[in-house]
């Protein structure tokens, strides 16, 4: 099973931009569709983005679709969350997650999960 930690995480001002990575070691990492989750306080963990193993199909949720973009480097065993036009409502713990099987945007089709990176966004 693979080891994921995500880093980049941090306070920003709205509309400002961060970009999330996330290192995967102990597994086949190039064989993997990989998954962007968050969650706030108080609220279940949501689905924002993943990305298949070659990196050609992408999917978002619409909450972030057209500010967020989730890229990978297979050689880097990394994932990537570019996050752009941020707003107060984006502010959460994102979770970098190795797909298992079943539908792509539900937490439970994903095996593994990394310990988080917390995501501050100001007004």
């Known amino acids: 099973q693979v080891q994921l930690v995500e880093s980049g995480g941090g306070l920003v001002q709205a509309g400002g931009s961060l970009r999330l990575s996330c290192a995967a070691s102990?597994?086949?990492?190039?064989?993997?569709?990989m998954g962007w989750f968050r969650q706030a306080p108080g609220k279940e963990r949501e689905f924002v983005a993943c990305?298949?193993?070659?990196?050609?199909?992408?999917y978002y949720a619409d909450s972030v679709k057209g500010r967020f973009t989730i890229s990978r480097d297979n050689a880097k065993n990394t994932v990537y969350l570019q996050m752009n036009a941020l707003k107060p409502e984006d502010t959460a713990v994102y979770y970098c997650a190795g797909y298992s099987r079943g539908e792509i945007a539900t937490m439970t089709s994903y095996g593994s999960w990394g310990q988080g990176t917390q995501v501050t966004v100001s007004s």
């Open positions: 990305i298949n193993w070659s990196g050609r199909d992408t």
């Open positions: 102990g597994g086949t990492f190039g064989s993997y569709r």
